[in-house]
């Protein structure tokens, strides 16, 4: 049986030779925006994604990826490699808004669409945008769906026949528009990478766990200590802090007669030394900080 013309278009070869439908990126609401419950964006989605299966797009919002990645990725991703984006920008979500931006730039097909309770953004104006009522009635719902479909086949028929089809940048002017660079790497490589990638990511979780638990313990001991003690309460983000509090925990349980004995002191720097190995204190500010701690016990 032969094709349609809209169905062929959108259909591309893979390997085992069958096809299957290219996609039809979707850009929208999901969570609830000028008085609209996510309920409602449930409503619309299924309304694009129905008009989309209709022009013989497989429809997938931007944020979905067969893949594990980072998720502004792989939405960066789909906004370069998807041939045609639907974007609903009814209420003016401010991420729909940026991603809209970012098709723009990419000066991709792109269909903006709006409730019709949704006043039109100064920069997106020009650009036709197709109205549904917010209510969703029915037969509105019906023929906007078709007309949506309609425009999905001509917006990306015009943009494979007219070599000088642009959506929006070529109304100010001749620009080059940068492209996404693709890099293959065998599996072994990205998962190698992966790994890397996520180690470091555990190392940052347990390094600010650790901190954390110094800083606490340390903040007890200077709670403890009274006034004089305050100036060793101690922030976890700053380096020279964490010192602190870790010179003010090991040595606060000394007196200071021995703070003043070297055989009774030494132990204790000798521990301190190690405690504070993974903070960037050089040597010389640790003898300055110690000096200072020395200092305020007299």
């Given amino acids: 049986m032969e094709k349609s013309g809209k ?57 979905t990826g067969a893949h594990v990645g980072v998720i502004q990725g792989r939405i960066v991703q789909n906004l370069y490699d998807n041939p045609i984006v639907v974007c609903d920008v009814s209420g ?50 019906v023929e906007f769906q078709k007309l949506l479909a309609q425009r999905i086949t001509a917006t990306v028929e015009k943009s494979r026949t007219d070599e000088g089809y642009s959506p929006f940048l070529r109304q100010f002017g001749k620009f080059t528009v940068s492209k996404l660079e693709t890099q293959e790497v065998s599996s072994n490589e990205y998962l190698v990478k992966k790994i890397d990638a996520l180690q470091q990511e555990i190392s940052k979780v347990s390094s600010t766990w650790w901190n954390f638990q110094a800083s606490r313990r340390a903040n007890n001991a200077a709670f403890a200590g009274g006034d004089r003690a305050v100036a060793y309460l101690v922030d976890p983000t700053d380096t020279e802090s964490l010192a602190r509090g870790y010179i003010y925990e090991e040595l606060q349980p000394l007196s200071l007669t021995d703070l003043k004995d070297p055989e009774k002191l030494r132990p204790h720097l000798a521990s301190l030394k190690k405690r504070t190995a993974h903070l960037d204190v050089s040597e010389d500010r640790m003898r300055q900080l110690l000096l200072e701690y020395g200092a305020s016990r007299e």
């Avoid at 419950?37 to 429809?59: D, F, K, T």
């Avoid at 990419?106 to 949704?118: E, Q, R």
Wanted: glycine share 6%; with cysteine; hydrophobic share 35%.
């Fill in 7 to 63: 169905t062929a278009k959108a259909e591309k070869a893979i390997p085992d030779g069958t096809e299957e439908m290219e996609t039809c990126g979707i850009v929208m609401p999901i969570s609830g925006i000028d008085g609209c419950e996510p309920a409602h964006w449930v409503n619309v989605r299924e309304i694009l994604e129905a008009a989309a299966r209709s022009a013989g797009y497989e429809p997938q919002m931007v944020s």
């Fill in 92 to 141: 003016k979500n401010p991420n729909v808004m940026f991603e809209l931006g970012m098709r723009l730039a990419f000066d991709k097909p792109v269909i903006i669409v709006k409730d019709d309770m949704t006043s039109y953004s100064f920069d997106t104006s020009p650009i036709e945008h197709l109205e549904y009522r917010r209510d969703l009635r029915y037969q509105n719902v």
